[in-house]
């Protein structure tokens, strides 16, 4: 843990809405408050929060289009 807070590899903790980590964000327990992180070299991301399964009214929401649509647009893909 103290290698990937070193080289910058922990992409996403669980937090408030304004971005403060809190005990009270962090709903599995994960150890400093960890939900994403990278490789060395930066190009693959791994998560536990699953942005996909909140990407369609159907499936009981869309908040997760908003990380897939920002992801897709710094990639120059389109959203």
């Known amino acids: ?3 990937l807070e070193a080289n910058q590899q922990i992409v996403f903790r ?12 962090n709903f599995n ?3 400093r408050s960890i ?7 930066g190009n693959v991301v791994g998560m536990m929060p699953h942005p996909e399964r909140a990407a369609d009214p159907i499936l009981g929401g ?7 649509s920002s992801a897709l647009e ?3 893909v389109g959203a």
């Open 35 to 41: 939900a994403g992180v990278c490789n060395e070299r």
């Open 29 to 31: 327990g994960s150890v």
């Open 1 to 3: 843990l103290d290698r």
């Open 14 to 25: 669980y937090c408030e809405p304004d971005g403060t980590v809190t005990p009270d964000a």
């Open 74 to 76: 710094y990639l120059n």
């Open 62 to 68: 869309t908040d997760g289009l908003k990380l897939l």
